[in-house]
């Protein structure tokens, strides 16, 4: 159905007294009120709200149609409308139609969120989710992430990137319910626990993938080992793999009397050996529609539990043949900016249709120690090779909660422009009190305000030597 109608009143119709001639037929189904505009010129002329009326089935089986007019009721004034010229919007629309619209290009409740949500002034109707948790860039973000096929999120140092990543999901999950799987990657293990903590936290339900030794022990319960030994058919499982065990021994000891009698050679022995060998091939077919069987149902263990989760893993873990059982049309990309582009590639590279590359290609870069690879362009990421060529859709969160105000001064204005806000300063000015600059004798107090520097620039002039397989500098060791 097309979540727009158009409609030429003309010169016969009167809509003066709450009524337009417009007829919506619904059989047999449930229908909510439905939020209409009506566009007059190149605006927004009055919002209405439209009951529809669902006419009851006959008896006969047939359906038949209503032929009264529905009744309008005003929601708001047209001064409390915020005006969108009409070209806006339709040109909108037309490029909507022509983009592939990534995952969720069918779906009408997360096409008309994303776009209320993407303005600077969002657009609020009775049933969105509560957002207190993110400030007004960081619910742009979320709706760009949502409603765009391919969009770049880049976060400044303490600008909440996590915490939108989080929001997004759970806006998709638990709010849209969703069923497309979600995969969520990051280049560093330390960073998939602390989505995986915030994921649960959230009341998400995070699937940690990875070696168990890179796992944070308090994050068990969530990893994909964990899920498999809980899961309704490891009992099955294992008395499957104790019967192949079985079946093995069998196999085995049957190999070495064949290789016994063959061995002796007496007379009359072919018989016995030829039984033994029919047997060992019996054997051996049974050994191998056990394995079928353990492989099926592993597989459906897999993607019983994958399918239920959202898979938080590292983009090179990504390539499990654990995850070969499902594809993964949403991929978000977190410290998309540190990773390498081929690394970024492996999770695109799972049946994505829908992607967010979430990064600061203005703060660490992908770690590269080949000369080579560096001279051929791999010290770039995808992060910042999509940045630098301005066509994806990106929006930058602005807002920073970590550094004191004098801190945050010097990055935001030696390479964001001047645009990040303060996050850390209340109302009256007064910055948060776990801010300030510790009490030291190394830190003066300046005269002029009666406070210690936050943030203190040396020029110590020493260089780095190496030193074994690492390097050292020790004028920053005495320092």
Known sequence: MSDHADYDAGDESDISNGTLPVDFFVVGVTVNPLDIHLVHGDHWESKFRLRWWQPPLPSNGKTHTNNKAPN??????PDEVEYVPRETLEHAGREARDDD??????????????????RRNPIQIDGDPPLDALNPTQIRAAAMMLGERICLVQGPPGTGKTKTIIEAAK??????????????????????????????????KPLRVGFGAKVKSSL???????????????????KLAEEERSIERRRSQLKKKIEDVQ??????ASDRLERMTSTLTMLGRQSMSVKAKLYAMHQEMLRDITSAADICTTCVTSASVALNVLDFPVVFLDEASMSTEPASLIPLMRGSRHISLIGDHKQLPPVITSREAMMKGFSTSLFERLTEEGVVPSIMLDVQ???????????????????????????????SPDLHPPLSTHLEVDTSTGRRPSVVFLDH???????????????EAHI
Not at 263 to 268: D, H, L, N, P, Q
Not at 461 to 475: I, Y
């Open 401 to 431: 909660y970590r550094m004191h105000p004098t801190i945050s001064h010097f990055p935001s204005l030696e390479f964001y422009n001047m645009s990040l806000q303060d996050g850390t300063v209340d109302a009256a000015g007064n910055v």
């Open 263 to 268: 061995k002796e050679g007496r007379a009359g």
């Open 220 to 238: 068990g319960e969530y990893t994909l080992d964990h899920q498999l030994g809980k899961h309704p058919l490891k009992p099955r499982v294992h």
């Open 101 to 118: 619209g990534g995952a969720f290009r069918d779906d009408m409740r997360i096409q008309s969120w994303a776009r209320r949500y993407a």
């Open 171 to 204: 806006l998709l999950k638990v709010h849209f319910q969703v069923h497309h799987p979600l995969l969520v990657c990051t280049y560093t293990n330390v960073a998939v626990d602390n989505l995986v903590e915030g994921f649960a936290t959230a009341g998400l």
């Open 72 to 77: 309008f009721g005003p929601l708001q004034a």
């Open 461 to 475: 002039g020493g260089s780095e030597m190496a030193k074994d397989r690492s390097r050292v500098n020790w004028n």
